[in-house]
């Protein structure tokens, strides 16, 4: 949806948003180690565990909507000032949870509760082929990095001397200041790093200066 609207005195609007839900049924991968039923493959022999009763199939897991929003303005005010702004509110890309395992390394947490056998080898060598595995602990489109909510706005006004004119300039980025996540050192649940930041948005920032024409 987008939204443009002429002002009374010369001012403009600009904005638009949109809402998206993305959802995949891929259940056709036996070898695929993050979903698993009881139900035996009709070619195969052995019984086998693979028909999407969980992480293959979004539509049987709550994938949220993702929305976003963005709108930006310009309104003459008295004596020659000219405002103008930009807001975004923008879902921010989707954030996986996988624990990463390596053979006959990588072991379960030292103080997971039981079931769980702590400090044990996750993937023993005599066991498994694979040197390593990733398995998705939840739907690869069920979270997200922290929302991006920004506000810019910019001052301006301009002075004429003869055949000279002055456009003085006053820029305030992120007046709202948000730190918000951009994006993560690693989201391997295992790793000392999980969820760590990596990068954050800039704080704000004022800038100041002028454009001359002559």
């Given amino acids: 949806m987008e939204i443009r609207a002429r002002i009374k005195g010369g001012g403009q609007v600009f904005g ?5 839900r993305e959802r995949v049924k891929n259940c056709t991968a036996p070898d695929d180690p993050n979903y698993s039923s009881t139900t035996p493959a009709p070619t195969v022999a052995v019984a086998q565990s693979f028909t999407g009763v969980g992480l293959c199939d979004d539509f049987e897991n709550d994938i949220p909507f993702q929305s976003s929003f963005k709108g930006s303005g310009t309104f003459p005010l008295k004596w020659g ?5 930009a807001y975004q509110n923008n879902q921010s890309p989707t954030s996986t949870r996988q624990m990463a395992v390596t053979r006959g390394v990588t072991r379960y947490p030292a103080n997971c509760p039981s079931p769980c056998p702590a400090n044990e080898i996750i993937m023993p060598t005599a066991v498994f082929g694979q040197s390593t595995m990733t398995y998705n602990l939840e739907s690869q489109r069920a979270t997200f990095v922290e929302r991006i909510q920004q506000l810019d706005f910019k001052v301006t006004r301009t002075f004429r001397f003869g055949r ?3 456009l003085p300039v006053f820029e305030m980025f992120n007046v709202n200041n948000s730190d918000a996540i951009i994006s993560y050192l690693t989201t391997n649940a295992l790793a000392a790093t999980y969820l760590k930041p990596n990068s954050i948005m800039q704080p704000r920032m ?9």
């Fill in 164 to 166: 000279m004119s002055v």
């Fill in 206 to 214: 004022i800038g100041i200066g002028a454009q001359v024409k002559w």
């Fill in 81 to 85: 000032i000219t405002f103008s702004f």
């Fill in 16 to 20: 638009g948003g949109g809402f998206s």
